[in-house]
């Protein structure tokens, strides 16, 4: 039986068996993180607009996020590749023993080309595929269940995939833009998974939905064109974040549950015997309402959009990665990522770790 970490050779294996026969498992082998230099607490907040630290962690829970500060050349691609070089050591892998990096993101650096042969450039991977996936604040889980059946399906041996967003980039630090700009932040986490012989390894349920009907609850218009039926054309507020807030909330509270459930019941595995679940860190009352719901002992959803914000697609990544150092992920444990964001999009994966 051939090793399955040794650099992969060829194209067109047979699903679900790779080049060296038999099922095939796959294993997260390292995790990274990144965050932007300039730390922007609720008391800056305080300085730029009518709002209040006290307004702001009674409606989100955030006290502090990260924004980049582009005088150091920081940017989504620097945070990912950041991210990424740190995944890289830990799973002990060479960027050109990539087959593939899938770069999750909404702030990409510019139209064209795509911001993960950007990164992939930076970090020194040469010859295998590279593509962007827009999911909103769904992108990484959306790009991890893929990256894992490419995997399993036998095409692939190592993917990277990274969650990099700078939605500083598109926030008004005014008070007319205070309902966007206390919540978000900027950050970057990436993965990189491997094929193994261990067949118990990787994802026993996941799901992946949208609404498009639900669009209009978080968009960013460009041109006049781009605005929902029944608002005024607002220049002012083209490239910056418009977002319905109650109605991104009613829709995560009411999905975030049934998403959980439905993962629940696909895999067959009861709620308590999931080690950790890992969630898209978008408003501390959405997360709360889960862990009573399905009565989640604090320790068991992590939570960090305190310190970071909801940093969009890297959320999912930056908390997996702060789990695994701090000893709450390992091996042998059973994982749930959860996510949504605009689209409507809301996906989940859970994972054997």
């Not at 967003?165 to 008004?172: C, Q």
Request: glycine letters at 12%; a neutral charge.
């Amino acid at each position: 039986m051939k090793d399955p970490h040794e650099r992969r050779s060829g194209f067109g294996f047979g699903p679900g068996t790779g080049t060296f026969g038999g099922r095939v498992g796959v294993e997260i082998a390292g995790t990274g993180r990144a965050h932007a230099s300039k730390s922007l607490t609720n008391a800056d907040l305080e300085k730029m607009m009518d709002t209040s630290d006290e307004w702001i962690v009674q409606r989100t829970g955030i006290r502090e996020r990260r924004i980049i500060d582009k005088s150091k050349g920081e940017s989504t691609k620097s945070l990912a590749a950041e991210a990424l070089r740190k995944a890289l050591a830990q799973a002990r892998v060479e960027p050109d023993q990539l087959d593939l990096l899938i770069c999750a993101t909404m702030t990409p650096e510019m139209p064209c080309p795509p911001t993960a042969c950007l990164v992939a450039n930076m970090i020194g991977m040469k010859g295998a595929g590279a593509f962007d996936l827009n999911g909103a604040c769904s992108g990484f889980v959306y790009s991890l269940n893929m990256a894992h059946d490419l995997i399993r399906g036998g095409a692939y041996r190592r993917i990277a995939v990274v969650g990099a967003d700078t939605l500083s980039d598109l926030m008004d630090y005014s008070t007319a833009g205070r309902g966007t700009a206390i919540i978000f932040g900027d950050g970057a986490g990436a993965v990189v998974l491997r094929a193994t012989d261990d067949t118990s390894k990787g994802i026993l349920a996941q799901g992946m939905h949208s609404n498009g009907e639900g669009w209009k609850d978080i968009y960013v218009p460009r041109h006049e064109n781009d605005f929902p039926a029944g608002v005024a054309c607002d220049p002012t507020k083209f490239n910056r974040v418009q977002m319905n807030g109650s109605g991104v909330f009613k829709f995560a509270v009411g999905t975030f549950p049934d998403l959980i459930a439905e993962t629940l019941e696909r895999a067959h595995v009861k709620a308590e015997h999931v080690d950790m679940y890992i969630c898209h860190q978008s408003n501390m009352r959405i997360l709360q309402a889960a862990r009573e719901r399905f009565g989640l002992p604090e320790d068991k959803l992590y939570v960090n959009i305190d310190r970071v914000g909801n940093t969009v697609a890297a959320s999912v990544p930056i908390c997996l990665d702060e789990c695994r150092e701090q000893g709450r992920v390992k091996p042998g444990n059973k994982v749930m990522f959860l996510a949504f964001g605009g689209g409507l999009t809301w996906a989940s994966s859970l994972w054997q770790m």
